[in-house]
């Protein structure tokens, strides 16, 4: 059994707060008959209607979050702000996981969701799925480094990355594009050309941009165009 308002926010579709304007505007029925507690306990069993469209119980969630920096890309890490903190507490406990992971001091789109196979795909190394960065450098990009990025830059490892894309923005400003995620990876990649990133942002992820309209540390639930193009990803 749990709360009315809990098991709609659940979908990803509504905050708590919506939830509870929606039960009591009298949109919600339950079991067939309308209510308007959103305290109301409801067996996980129960077909639960908003606006006579049935909700799925205990459905995948998928949130778009604008990390901040020094917010850590983990679920649980003592002594670290982690992304799940910044969500409301019914997000908490749903087993939600960050689809991928962001530096610490990157800033930008993650993906949080608890549909495992989706994000498993999303991640493989054979999805080659798009990555868009915003990055600053110390040091002024040229047409050099952006050739360098086509070509494939080589890492202080020797690893050879995947060829990707660097557009020329201003100075010391570019968007970047890759279509693989490994470790430090535009860090290591500008380092090797001798320009250290010194401020970095995800603005794209898959089919997914950044709402510009949420703020740092935002997040919202995705739109059903969002979650179709991710499935279609
Ligand atoms: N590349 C990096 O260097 N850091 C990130 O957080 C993401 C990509």
Not at 107 to 115: A, K, S, V, Y
Request: glycine share 10%; hydrophobic share 35%.
């Amino acid at each position: 059994m749990e709360r009315l308002d809990k098991r709609l926010a659940n979908t990803g579709k509504w905050s708590r707060k919506e939830a509870r304007e929606l039960i009591r505007a009298g949109r919600v029925r339950v079991d067939g008959a309308p209510c308007r507690a959103p305290e109301q306990k409801v067996d996980e069993a129960a077909p639960v209607l908003v606006d006579g469209t049935p909700i799925a119980a205990g459905g995948p969630v998928y949130l778009m979050l604008n990390k901040p920096a020094g917010v850590v890309s983990s679920t649980d890490e003592p002594g670290e702000c982690t992304v799940l903190d910044l969500l409301g507490e019914e997000y908490r406990n749903i087993g939600l996981f960050p689809a991928g992971r962001l530096d610490k001091d990157t800033e930008g789109l993650l993906l949080l969701t608890n549909d495992g196979p989706l994000a498993h795909r999303l991640l493989a190394p054979r999805s080659h799925v798009d990555k868009v960065y915003y990055v600053e450098t110390d040091g002024e990009l040229d047409e050099g480094d952006a050739w360098a990025v086509r070509a494939g830059i080589t890492l202080a490892d020797g690893y050879v990355c995947l060829p990707g894309e660097l557009e020329l923005l201003s100075g010391n400003c570019a968007q970047i594009t890759l279509r693989e995620g490994k470790y430090h990876q535009v860090k290591r990649m500008l380092a090797a050309r001798g320009k250290p990133v010194v401020y970095l942002k995800r603005v794209r992820f898959g089919p997914l941009v950044l709402d510009e309209k949420l703020p740092k540390g935002g997040w919202r639930a995705l739109t059903e165009g969002e979650r179709q193009a991710l499935f279609r990803q």
